[in-house]
């Protein structure tokens, strides 16, 4: 599963790179992109900032409301699950993403590896999205199983849509949408770091 991505690009060049309309966001986002942060989505024509993850009510050991966890994955053979059903169907969006990150290594020394397209500065993950009470609009990533280059690392990895695909994630019927959820079959880049998947705190 995903849990950290890069947006090296700016809103302008987002919308440039989809041809669709920069909404104004007030304020740059992150480059390194967290579940539960916001971050740039193109949805109904525009590049707008969602919240990555659908948020799941918790409860404490004595019943006392948490904060809601992030739901920012969705298994592709869980899309007409309820929780994800009707956001499938109804909503759907494409991410841009510079690279994304899965951790590698033994437990306690996990490093991060980053994922990206080959001579390009940006590509689109399929999404799915909604609005929540507790933090407006909010996204999840798709996942598949993953291919042979990421299988090496972690069993699944996000669905990577090529351009002519975005028409019909975007607004094509869920059966056609459905049929593109399958492992990206191109080239990716691989980029093995040093740097610890869990930043201590000042780090």
């Given at each position: 599963?995903?849990?950290?991505?890069?947006?090296?690009?700016?809103?302008?060049?987002?919308?440039?790179?989809?041809?669709?309309?920069?909404?104004?966001?007030?304020?740059?986002?992150?480059?390194?992109?967290?579940?539960?942060?916001?971050?740039?989505?193109?949805?109904?024509?525009?590049?707008?900032?969602?919240?990555?993850?659908?948020?799941?009510?918790?409860?404490?050991?004595?019943?006392?409301?948490?904060?809601?966890?992030?739901?920012?994955?969705?298994?592709?053979?869980?899309?007409?699950?309820?929780?994800?059903?009707?956001?499938?169907?109804?909503?759907?969006?494409?991410?841009?993403?510079?690279?994304?990150?899965?951790?590698?290594?033994?437990?306690?020394?996990?490093?991060?590896?980053?994922?990206?397209?080959?001579?390009?500065?940006?590509?689109?993950?399929?999404?799915?999205?909604?609005?929540?009470?507790?933090?407006?609009a909010a996204y999840s990533m798709v996942m598949t199983?993953?291919?042979?280059?990421?299988?090496?690392?972690?069993?699944?990895?996000?669905?990577?849509?090529?351009?002519?695909?975005?028409?019909?994630?975007?607004?094509?019927?869920?059966?056609?949408?459905?049929?593109?959820?399958?492992?990206?079959?191109?080239?990716?880049?691989?980029?093995?770091?040093?740097?610890?998947?869990?930043?201590?705190?000042?780090?």
């Open positions: 599963m995903c849990n950290l991505y890069q947006v090296k690009s700016s809103h302008t060049e987002i919308a440039d790179f989809f041809d669709v309309i920069a909404e104004d966001f007030g304020a740059n986002t992150a480059q390194e992109v967290y579940p539960g942060y916001p971050a740039p989505v193109v949805a109904d024509g525009k590049v707008q900032s969602m919240h990555w993850g659908f948020p799941l009510q918790r409860k404490g050991a004595k019943g006392q409301p948490l904060k809601p966890k992030p739901v920012n994955n969705t298994r592709s053979d869980k899309l007409e699950s309820f929780f994800w059903r009707y956001s499938f169907e109804e909503r759907r969006c494409l991410i841009p993403v510079t690279s994304f990150a899965e951790a590698e290594g033994p437990k306690g020394r996990m490093t991060r590896t980053w994922f990206s397209m080959p001579d390009a500065p940006l590509f689109a993950t399929a999404g799915i999205w909604r609005d929540t009470d507790e933090w407006g199983e993953a291919n042979a280059q990421v299988a090496v690392v972690h069993n699944r990895m996000p669905l990577i849509l090529p351009p002519e695909a975005w028409s019909a994630w975007l607004n094509g019927s869920p059966a056609e949408a459905y049929d593109l959820c399958v492992p990206f079959s191109g080239p990716l880049e691989v980029d093995r770091t040093d740097t610890p998947w869990f930043r201590r705190k000042g780090a």
